[in-house]
């Protein structure tokens, strides 16, 4: 009987199958209740007691090994149907989810194109600023009140440590230490200590820019101006300049531009008046070129700063300026389409 087992071993070790059916043949060759294996099992009563032991343990081995090689070989059926059902190379890769640009960058961007193209390149400065920077360099009366805490974030009730509350404090460092000519543009966060509503948050962003050279007039700056306007806003773009005050400028003006919505007609947007305010701008003060150590007999220059949140309410027409930090995707997904 053992012979007969381990030649059923060999065979079993050799068998094979091309597919379901044969695999099944096979199954019921040996395993089933006529099968040659439980055939043996009805055997193994006539073994003689002393070689029950030994031949149980063959007939256990044969048992198992059918079973396996027959596991075996399905599995083998299994994976291959999987793969031939899985890899269809007709099929359109999975889309990879692409994340979008936040408006607030790409209308910096924007801003920060057209002045690229005037000649400006961008500098940066410190959130984290002094009073000399932000307010006493840049002409601000000791009285001012936008130096008042209602305005302004100190940091550890430290008057000389505080959030800077505009980006014009990055033109005084960049005066402070180096030559004119002088042109650049400064992007950034700033903060300012205001009770949070739909036009109006604690912290928001601006665009500085400055030129100072020699013989820089205000005809640069409207011509700047205009340029920046049209490139921004549509070649049919018109602007007007009104008279303002700005402690770092003399003379100072802000700058409106034609209701891009309704071309100038008058709208509820731009409470019918057919313009909208977009920035301040205006001669740099000679007393700033002075306190940053520029001569303000041999240069001049001009200075404009806008809020980007500001001029992307314009573009896109964002009605709640919470929109920019609540990170709510699905506003966010709506500036897909822009570059
Ligand atoms: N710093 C001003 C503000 O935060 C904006 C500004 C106005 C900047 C006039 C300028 C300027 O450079 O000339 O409101």
């Not at 099944?24 to 006529?34: D, G, Q, V, W």
């Not at 001009?302 to 027409?317: D, F, H, P, V």
């Amino acid at each position: 009987m053992v012979d007969k087992i381990k030649a059923l071993l060999l065979e079993v070790e050799n068998m094979s199958a091309a597919n379901a059916d044969e695999l099944e043949a096979l199954r019921i060759k040996y395993l089933s209740k006529k099968g040659e294996v439980s055939a043996l099992f009805n055997d193994f009563r006539n073994v003689a007691n002393d070689q029950k032991r030994e031949v149980g343990k063959f007939l256990n081995e044969l048992k198992e090994s059918t079973q396996n090689k027959i596991n075996e070989i399905k599995d083998g059926f299994d994976s291959n149907q999987g793969a031939t059902e899985e890899i269809d190379l007709t099929r359109t890769a999975y889309p990879v989810q692409l994340g979008t640009r936040h408006p607030i960058s790409l209308v910096r961007k924007e801003i920060c194109d057209i002045f690229n193209r005037l000649g400006f390149s961008i500098a940066e400065g410190p959130e984290i600023e002094d009073d000399w920077h932000v307010f006493s360099s840049l002409n601000f009366a000791e009285d001012h009140p936008a130096r008042d805490m209602q305005d302004t974030f100190f940091i550890q009730h430290n008057p000389d440590v505080l959030l800077r509350t505009h980006t014009s404090s990055v033109q005084t460092r960049v005066m402070e230490t180096s030559e004119p000519p002088i042109r650049i543009m400064c992007p950034g966060r700033v903060y300012r200590n205001e009770a949070i509503s739909y036009r109006a948050h604690c912290f928001f962003h601006q665009v500085e820019a400055l030129y100072v050279d020699k013989n820089v007039s205000f005809a640069d700056l409207k011509q700047a101006l205009l340029f920046f306007a049209k490139e921004m806003f549509g070649a049919d773009t018109q602007i007007r300049l009104r008279p303002s005050y700005f402690p770092f400028t003399e003379p100072s003006a802000e700058m409106d531009i034609s209701c891009n919505l309704c071309g100038g007609k008058g709208c509820p947007f731009c409470k019918h008046t057919g313009w909208v305010e977009i920035l301040g701008c205006g001669m740099v003060d000679p007393n700033v070129l002075e306190n940053c150590g520029i001569d303000s007999t041999v240069y001049s220059g001009y200075a404009l700063g806008m809020g980007i949140e500001r001029i992307t309410n314009l573009k896109y027409q964002v009605k709640d300026l919470r929109m920019f930090s609540e990170n709510d995707v699905r506003f966010l997904k709506q500036f897909e389409s822009a570059t």
